[in-house]
């Protein structure tokens, strides 16, 4: 394969990432159902829980996520500050791969509790950012959510940086919240945020392709690779370092690089 320089490369990856973030791409993507809505609460809501269960196979994602929505009656934010524990019988049979209508109950619990104590999910993430990550915000998201009595099994499904996770899901569900929608494909609603403080969602599909262009050495795919591949796509774009998702993921899944 061939060796880029450091100008190459970011031409490279330039023009993958803009190949592939453009209105098409959400046709097969899960960030197709935070698109679904107008209202931001709506947006947060639909785009938080839907990355959650974005592990496996992409169509059965798609189907669980419509699936999820369609139980909170497609209106997520009036259901979450709204319900009582009947509508979680509604819940019943709901699976996801290990998420399942416990999981899902208690998720829409430890929201209302957050919306209620913070307003929106963006004052919190706001609130616990550091200066050039979200990745303590994250942990902290994670203490705040579980800090009510929950089944000890949900904890599983939010992952924390401060254990060595690349939390791909989660840093998936910042990027769609935090950078620019312009593009037509992520939804840009969290304005007091910066993409040049988001992570890579650091996946099987980019960590490969990443390995094959130097940007990555570390073998798995965890915490200290997310450091170190961050590292790097801050080099090549301070301002907007997770552009180049698209391009890894891009090259990866459609391109077999």
């Not at 490279?12 to 046709?27: G, S, V």
């Not at 009582?84 to 791969?97: A, L, P």
């Not at 591949?229 to 774009?237: A, S």
């Amino acid at each position: 394969m061939k060796k880029f320089n450091h100008i190459d490369l970011k031409d490279f990856l330039d023009e993958k990432a803009f190949y592939y973030e453009q209105p098409k791409f959400i046709e097969t993507d899960p960030v197709q159902i935070p698109h679904l809505y107008t209202n931001k609460e709506d947006i947060e809501i639909s785009g938080f829980l839907t990355a959650t269960i974005s592990w496996g196979n992409r169509k059965s994602i798609l189907t669980n996520s419509h699936k999820l929505m369609s139980l909170l009656g497609n209106s997520p934010y009036d259901f979450i500050m709204n319900h009582t524990e009947v509508n979680f019988q509604d819940f019943n049979g709901f699976v996801h791969r290990t998420f399942n209508s416990t999981d899902l109950s208690y998720f829409i619990t430890a929201l209302r509790h957050v919306y209620t104590k913070y307003g929106d999910m963006e004052a919190f993430f706001k609130l616990y950012k550091e200066e050039d990550n979200f990745q303590n915000a994250i942990h902290n998201f994670k203490k705040e959510f579980f800090s009510l009595p929950h089944p000890i099994r949900t904890e599983k499904h939010i992952s924390d940086p401060h254990k060595n996770s690349a939390a791909k899901r989660i840093n998936m569900f910042l990027r769609w919240m935090v950078r620019d929608a312009s593009a037509g494909v992520d939804l840009g609603i969290w304005r007091n945020l910066s993409p040049s403080q988001l992570s890579c969602p650091l996946d099987v599909h980019s960590g490969n392709v990443a390995r094959k262009l130097g940007l990555l050495t570390r073998k798995q795919n965890d915490g200290k690779a997310l450091l170190e591949l961050d590292t790097k796509l801050r080099d090549l774009d301070p301002t907007d370092p997770v552009k180049y998702d698209y391009a890894l993921f891009g090259l990866g899944v459609f391109e077999k690089f």
